[in-house]
C-alpha cells in the first residue's frame, strides 16, 4: 500500500507538521478521508520549557506515557530489564496499549468495514527507537510498508508518517526500502514508500504537498 513518511533532524517540526495534518483531513476531508492512528508530543516543565518525556495520543482522543525522565517518573520503579533512551524511560506497555490498537483497527477487524470510496489514513508518529522496543509494533509497521502488499482490500489504505533520519533497526529498514539516503544499503526499493526530508525552509509547505498527494487518490 502507499506510504510516505517524514525524516528531518531533531524538533524541526516533523510531529507539528503531522498534527497539523491530521486536523485539516479531520475538517477539510471528513466525507472522503478516515484518520486513525497516533501521534507523539513533547511533555515540558515550566517555567523553562524543560524536557521531561513524550507523550502518545491516538487519533480518537486516547492518551498516554510514552516516556518520562527518572525523576517525573510515575508509577512502580523501572527495573533492569526496562527499556531505556539516554536518560528516559519507556512505558512500553502503555505504548502497546495504545499504538497497536491505532494502527490495526480497520485492517484486522473484519466487522468494522472501511467505508466504501473513503481513503483510510493510518498515521504513525514515529518510528524511532522509543517505538520500536515494541516487536509488535515492529512487525505491524513491516506488514504495511516493507512488504509488496497486493491484497485486497488494502486499496484505499494510505500510510503517512514519521521516521528517525539516523537511528538504525525499523527506521533504517524503511529509509533503505525507500532507497533515502547517500548510503542506502538496499537493491530492493519499494516504490510506494517514499520519504520527505523536512527542513526549516520546507516545513510550511509539507501539509499542502501531503494533501495533494491524497487528493490524486480519492479523485
Known sequence: MPS?????????????????????LQTTYSETISTHG????????EPNNFRIGFDIITIDGQKGVLS???EYWIGNPP????????NYIINLKEFERLAIPSITTN??????KIEK????????????????????????????VLKDNDNKGNEN?????????????????????AGFGNFCESKDINKNLIIWEVTYD??????????YELEKMIK
Not at 527495573?79 to 539516554?86: A, E, L, M, Q
Open 4 to 24: 510516505l513518511f517524514l525524516t528531518g533532524k531533531p524538533r524541526v517540526g516533523k510531529s507539528t507538521i503531522i498534527r497539523n495534518l491530521i486536523k485539516y
Open 38 to 45: 497516533f501521534y507523539t508530543s513533547e511533555v515540558s516543565k
Open 68 to 70: 518520562r525522565k527518572k
Open 79 to 86: 527495573d533492569n530489564n526496562t527499556p531505556k533512551v539516554g
Open 107 to 112: 485492517i484486522h477487524n473484519k466487522e468494522k
Open 117 to 144: 470510496n473513503k481513503l483510510d489514513v493510518i498515521i504513525i508518529d514515529e518510528v524511532g527507537k522509543m517505538e520500536c522496543f515494541s516487536n509488535d509494533f515492529n512487525e505491524i509497521v513491516r506488514n504495511l
Open 157 to 177: 489504505i494510505f500510510v503517512i508518517g514519521t521516521v528517525a533520519m539516523n537511528h538504525d533497526g525499523l527506521a533504517k529498514e524503511i529509509r533503505n526500502k
Open 202 to 211: 520546507n516545513r510550511d509547505y509539507i501539509v499542502d504537498n501531503i494533501v
